[in-house]
């Protein structure tokens, strides 16, 4: 079984389209992330949800927009897609998050956009 | 959060041990020193962390120093699969802003057979 998983895997789409990532985690966790890592591998998180309540919203676009629908899911919507937006987006869950050490992380979803 | 400073890559041959520095000389009282690896196109896993003593898991052994301002990261017999890259990150254990995890780049770690 896959702890966290994420769909699509890889995603390739033309600039100024509007697409979503979905995340789902079978842990029973309370809390997930999104993250993202660009070309130059910087890893950065933009998001954090807890019990479906956002708990941190980094520096990221308005185009952006996480959703989540129960604790087991958190989707990630991009709006009018530029070509930075190009990296790999990971989801992650944590039980509490207040002890970040045990992040489980999701596969990945490479977003290109041309 | 205190900075860390890793060497960008290292080198081990297959079933040597692999041991992996971090220096974090600014170190507060309560902050705990974590270890993540990210294999190549994978998500980051967490590996172990330790807030003063050593410890040790099914994975890696993590050896603080007495003054808390290094540690280092030990795979015992380090396998061809443990190449990847390996983050060290400082976090304080709890409190309302630290519910991020800030990365670094990293030590890229090539296991050579």
């Known amino acids: 079984d896959t702890a966290v998983s994420q769909t699509p895997k890889y995603l390739v789409t033309q600039m100024g389209n509007d697409k979503s990532i979905k995340c789902e985690q079978n842990?029973?966790?309370?809390?997930m992330y999104w993250y993202k890592q660009d070309s130059k591998k910087f890893l950065k998180i933009m998001f954090s949800y807890n019990n479906k309540e956002l708990i941190i919203n980094e520096t990221v676009p308005n185009r952006f927009s996480p959703k989540s629908p129960d604790k087991a899911h958190l989707n990630l919507h991009i709006n009018s897609l530029e070509l930075g937006d190009s990296a790999v987006y990971f989801c992650?869950?944590?039980?509490?998050?207040?002890?970040?050490?045990?992040?489980?992380f999701g596969p990945g979803t490479r977003l290109t956009v041309t | 959060d205190a900075k860390t400073t890793q060497p960008p890559s290292m080198d081990c041959a297959e079933g040597r041990a692999a041991n992996l520095p971090c220096n974090h000389s600014?170190?507060?009282?309560?902050?705990?020193v974590y270890w993540y690896r990210q294999i190549h196109s994978q998500g980051p896993q967490y590996i172990i962390h330790g807030l003063k003593n050593n410890e040790t898991n099914e994975m890696a052994s993590l050896i603080i120093t007495e003054d808390r301002k290094s540690s280092t990261l030990i795979l015992p017999h380090a396998t061809l699969r443990d190449t990847a890259v390996y983050y060290c990150i400082v976090r304080a254990h709890s409190g309302g802003s630290n519910y991020k995890l800030t990365f670094g780049k990293g030590t890229l770690l090539t296991v050579n057979p």
């Open positions: 992650a869950s944590s039980q509490d998050p207040r002890i970040p050490y045990e992040q489980y």
């Open positions: 842990l029973g966790h309370d809390t």
């Open positions: 600014t170190i507060s009282g309560n902050e705990y």
